[in-house]
């Protein structure tokens, strides 16, 4: 299993078990980078990776670090960018902040799968 299959894999066990997820805000809006001409938006697992991250990328430490409830992103955040068709990176790690990229669909799916193991 690759770095970023091992980190996706976490973010799913990890969301699903807390109920949360987090991301970096500025003025309340979500970063969205530009990746290979598509845009992307990235969320984390825990609190501790964002910290991590603005330890070790100086550029990070002027955003705020937001937390949000699932059910909000499921039913709120992710139809949003479903509809305007925005990939989403999880737990994008290392020193290039690297990982998958996928679909707000296939996240979608991918997170109903983890809930349906996890019993929730």
């Known amino acids: 299993m690759s770095i970023a299959a091992a980190q996706a894999t976490k973010f799913y066990e990890q969301v699903v078990?807390?109920?949360?997820l987090f991301t970096?805000?500025?003025n309340d809006e979500y970063?969205?980078?530009r990746i290979n001409d598509k845009e992307v938006a990235s969320f984390w697992s825990s609190k501790t990776r964002l910290e991590s991250i603005q330890k070790d990328h100086s550029k990070y430490q002027k955003f705020r670090i937001s937390v949000i409830?699932?059910?909000q992103f499921l039913n709120k955040e992710l139809?949003?960018?479903?509809s305007e068709g925005l990939s989403i990176g999880v737990n994008w790690s290392g020193v290039r902040l690297t990982g998958h990229d996928i679909s707000a669909q296939d996240l979608r799916e991918n997170i109903s799968y983890w809930q349906s193991k996890d019993g929730a």
Not at 17 to 20: H, I, M, P, V
């Open 17 to 20: 078990a807390k109920g949360r």
């Open 79 to 82: 139809q949003l960018f479903e």
């Open 31 to 33: 970063l969205v980078y």
């Open 24 to 26: 970096f805000t500025e």
């Open 69 to 71: 409830p699932l059910n």
